[in-house]
């Protein structure tokens, strides 16, 4: 399987996370997908190629164009105020208030997210632009007829709603590859999520559709972020209402449990017949996650990559979540040589 992966992801270095009333290092650090690319390097998985250049046009089919130009200038925007440290949104428009884009920049970064975790600094705009890249050329590969590609996504994408940053997540790199299917002709597309988190973005900007079908297997929201998305009675609304899925588990689910949310979502994926799959692949089920409460084992990954493949399905796998960086390699590339093959 061919692998694509960009240098310019370290553009993002964020120096805080704000968690526990703290600001640590960052749980989303560029070390995370360099030790992703060296155990790709290191089995063999295939060729890695760097991420075409498609322009913002691609990313603006799933991302509204003010939030787009939000990203790009809001850094300079922030230092240009006089700001000391990273840009970090810290007001909201809560219940009763108006969602109206106010002038000032600490307003404009609340109106443009949803937590707070997630520090902008000098390149985050670059790095995310890449990251999209990344993953619509792992489109383009299979879309061109390779079985699947591996978009070594960095910043991942699945909290990013079309007009909203949040959970290290600026584009959502899986929902502008679907998007990218359905603009070249793909009928319907399934996008399965099995990162620890619900993909809340990819849920809210196909909510209302029903040629991209939408499935995410999470811990459950009313325990751990994103907290105010992600329960099982998101089905869908208008169009949309039945392509949906959410599956919630409690702390400590291993994969004996995991998968049989796995396989109700395969049987919904292959009842919906799409022309295509994009994976949102977090590896922060994994055991030893810092910031998860799933019990996923290294091998599971191989026998999740197994079960993926069996859907018999031109896949793009973009990179989520996944937190344990002396793992990530070896459970992200589990997947991938699980779907070629590998018991
Ligand atoms: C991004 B992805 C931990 C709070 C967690 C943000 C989690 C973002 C996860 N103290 N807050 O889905 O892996
Ligand atoms: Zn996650």
Not at 120 to 136: H, Q, R
Not at 212 to 237: A, K
Not at 277 to 290: M, Q, R, S, Y
């Amino acid at each position: 399987m061919k692998t694509i992966f960009s240098p310019l992801h370290s553009r993002r270095h964020v120096k805080t996370e704000l968690d526990g009333g703290l600001l640590i290092e960052p749980h989303e650090k560029p070390s995370r997908a360099e030790t992703i690319l060296a155990r790709v390097k290191d089995q063999a998985l295939g060729e890695v190629l760097p991420p075409e250049e498609f322009g913002l046009e691609p990313i603006k089919r799933v991302h509204t164009a003010d939030y787009v130009a939000f990203l790009e200038t809001c850094w300079d925007e922030w230092v240009a105020e006089g700001k000391p440290g990273e840009a970090i949104p810290a007001v909201w428009a809560g219940r009763g208030m108006r969602h109206r884009l106010p002038k000032d920049i600490d307003g404009r970064l609340g109106y443009y997210s949803f937590a707070a975790e997630t520090s902008i600094s000098d390149g985050t705009f670059e790095a995310a632009c890449a990251s999209a890249n990344v993953a619509l050329t792992a489109q383009r590969l299979v879309a061109n007829g390779e079985r699947a590609a591996f978009a070594l996504c960095r910043p991942p994408g699945h909290h990013a709603h079309a007009d909203l940053f949040g959970g290290y997540c600026f584009f959502n790199n899986a929902a502008i590859a679907a998007q990218a299917f359905r603009d070249q002709g793909y009928g319907r597309v399934a996008i399965l999520d099995v990162d620890f988190h619900h993909g809340n973005g990819t849920q809210a900007i196909f909510y209302n559709r029903n040629d991209v079908l939408t499935i995410s297997l999470h811990g459950d929201p009313d325990l751990v972020f994103p907290h105010f998305l992600g329960f099982e009675d998101e089905t869908g609304e208008a169009d949309g209402e039945g392509y949906n899925l959410n599956i919630v588990y409690p702390p400590n689910t291993p994969y004996s449990i995991w998968s049989q949310g796995l396989e109700t979502a395969c049987q919904r994926i292959a009842e919906f017949k799409p022309d295509a799959l994009v994976i949102a692949l977090g590896v922060d089920t994994f055991e030893e996650d810092p910031i998860s409460f799933f019990k996923l084992t290294s091998d599971d990954y191989l026998t999740l990559g197994q079960r993926l493949e069996q859907l018999g399905l031109p896949t793009v796998f973009t990179m989520e979540g996944g937190y344990d960086v002396d793992a990530i390699g070896v459970n992200a590339v589990n997947v991938m040589q699980g779907f070629e093959g590998k018991t």
